[in-house]
């Protein structure tokens, strides 16, 4: 029998890894700066796209448990940048709120970007394309994952 178990190297799953670990590194300076942190400036992301949203619709955006964009999110309140309301009708759910200073951020968080493009040396139109197939390879992924949990 032979061994048939690729190199390290060849597994797309450690290449897709290191990669979002480079990213994180090369943005690390400009979060610090900003006073947040990756998983912050995710969820501060998605207000930016539609504000106003739920903890839950949060959590389902950046497909994280709700537990998890809790901690974040007061965080981001105790800084000034957001704000939490319960809903009137339903006490249960948390409507999230960009302050002045929350949609202010989002010109500080814009060279992350333009810091991207530059270290990659790729032209905006080939991140775009890579972009495009990292999230179609995401989505089959998680696809499947769904409809076989546990397996």
């Known amino acids: 029998m032979t061994d048939t178990t690729l190199p390290l190297d060849q597994h797309l799953c450690f290449a897709l890894y290191g990669a979002s670990m480079a990213v994180g590194r090369l943005y690390k300076p400009v979060l610090d700066e900003a006073g947040i942190t990756y998983p912050q400036y995710l969820v501060l992301s998605a207000l930016w796209e539609e504000d106003g949203l739920t903890i839950g619709a949060i959590a389902a955006r950046l497909s994280l448990e709700s537990s998890t964009v809790t901690p974040l ?3 981001l309140e105790v800084a000034g940048l957001l704000e939490r309301r319960r809903k009137r009708e339903d006490e249960r759910q948390v ?3 960009l302050t002045e200073a929350g949609r202010a951020m989002r010109q500080v968080t814009r060279r992350l970007g333009e810091r991207l493009v530059a270290a990659s040396g790729m032209d905006l139109e080939r991140l775009q394309a890579l972009n495009r197939e990292v999230r179609a390879l995401r989505d089959a992924v998680a696809a499947v994952a769904a409809d076989r949990p546990g397996e």
């Open 73 to 75: 999110v007061k965080r």
């Open 95 to 97: 409507t999230v709120t």
